[in-house]
């Protein structure tokens, strides 16, 4: 299994919106660099939600339900989505500051490349998001 971030604009599509719906195709991306990493999802997986903008703070987790496929309202074939499904909402939200603040996060691509709208999550820094967010910040 492997990690993943996936940034969204709660304006546009937020955590609330995932939870709702139960479901979603997670489409929108055209950055090549994104798009790598959205191909190397697979079922199973999971992906932090993680709201842009005002907020910059991972705020649930999703599972991965179907792997990358062509996104059938494009033109192009390189691009792909995934569908997810909400798994659960962190206990509180862990902030792009938190993490910039915490060692553990040293050389993160949330951090290293901060308009990459897909990140991969190595396992360390996964956990410690977990635990970040079952703490009380401060």
């Given amino acids: 299994m492997a990690f993943w971030l996936l940034k969204t604009e709660p304006g546009t599509y ?15 991306v055209s950055n090549a660099a994104a ?51 909400p798994k659960l909402k962190l206990a509180r939200p862990v902030t792009l500051d938190e ?8 050389g993160f691509d949330l951090v290293r490349i901060g308009r990459l709208s897909v990140v991969a999550v190595p396992k360390k820094m996964w956990d410690r998001i977990k635990q ?6 401060g």
């Fill in 99 to 106: 993490i910039k603040s915490d060692k553990t996060f040293a």
């Fill in 35 to 85: 798009l790598i990493n959205l191909r190397a999802m697979k079922k199973g997986d999971l992906a932090l939600i993680y709201h842009t903008g005002t907020q910059r703070a991972a705020v649930g987790i999703a599972e991965i339900t179907r792997g990358a496929y062509p996104d059938l309202k494009q033109d192009n074939a390189k691009i792909v989505v995934v569908d997810i499904k």
């Fill in 14 to 28: 937020s955590w609330d919106d995932l939870v709702r719906e139960k479901k979603a195709t997670w489409d929108g």
């Fill in 132 to 137: 970040l967010a079952d703490t009380q910040p």
